[in-house]
């Protein structure tokens, strides 16, 4: 496996991560178990899944122009 495979797993990996932990921060936040810091938390989250997919993507196309697999 290629560095390049492992770091787009670990992109991939995060990204998910970071969804699962901004569903359960909205759950919390419904379930009246939490004040306004939970959808502060998710909103981070929201971003952060954002950017990191845009960031997997720019990965993806900089190294097929390069040629790396």
Known sequence: MSLR????????ASIIMTVIVMVWSLMMFSNGRG???YIVFAVGCLVSAVLMTLYALKFVR???ELGIK
């Open 62 to 64: 900089k190294t097929k």
């Open 35 to 37: 004040g306004a810091g």
């Open 5 to 12: 495979s492992i770091h787009i797993i670990f992109i991939a």
